[in-house]
């Protein structure tokens, strides 16, 4: 008795998320003003989209307006890390209750554009 096969067909697909705009670009060091505040990697993707709501929604937003989000975490690996809504600090200026002012050492970042719109309490 004979057997007969239908030809062996593959088919692979590759799929992958979006693509990512970034740039890489070496800065000299310069310092922040912001607000902060520790979160858990584990929940960042829905913990600090509700930081940045609460930012605007307090007011803190005419205080920093949010030119960046930095993540704070200098041993990575850690599970938590600081993360910091912030702009450039102009030393001519108070420093509100409740903000920090830190150094950003120079060094070659990652640069990822923010396209997200945020609401902003209306004034």
């Given at each position: 008795?004979?057997?007969?096969?239908?030809?062996l067909?593959?088919?692979?697909?590759?799929?992958?998320?979006?693509?990512?705009?970034?740039?890489?670009?070496?800065?000299?060091?310069?310092?922040?003003?912001?607000?902060?505040?520790?979160?858990?990697?584990?929940?960042?993707?829905?913990?600090?989209?509700a930081?940045?709501?609460?930012?605007?929604?307090s007011?803190?937003?005419?205080?920093?307006?949010?030119?960046?989000?930095?993540?704070?975490?200098?041993?990575?690996?850690?599970?938590?890390?600081?993360?910091?809504?912030?702009?450039?600090?102009?030393?001519?200026?108070?420093?509100?209750?409740?903000?920090?002012?830190?150094?950003?050492?120079?060094?070659?970042?990652?640069?990822?554009?923010?396209?997200?719109?945020?609401?902003?309490?209306?004034?």
């Amino acid at each position: 008795m004979c057997k007969a096969f239908a030809p062996l067909q593959l088919s692979i697909s590759l799929k992958s998320g979006y693509a990512m705009d970034y740039r890489i670009t070496a800065k000299e060091a310069f310092s922040v003003l912001g607000v902060s505040r520790n979160f858990h990697y584990e929940n960042a993707n829905q913990d600090i989209p509700a930081f940045w709501q609460e930012h605007y929604a307090s007011g803190k937003g005419e205080y920093v307006c949010g030119m960046f989000g930095i993540n704070i975490n200098p041993k990575m690996g850690n599970e938590n890390f600081e993360y910091l809504i912030a702009d450039l600090y102009n030393s001519a200026r108070d420093i509100p209750d409740g903000f920090t002012v830190i150094t950003i050492p120079a060094f070659t970042w990652a640069v990822f554009p923010c396209r997200i719109p945020i609401k902003k309490k209306a004034r």
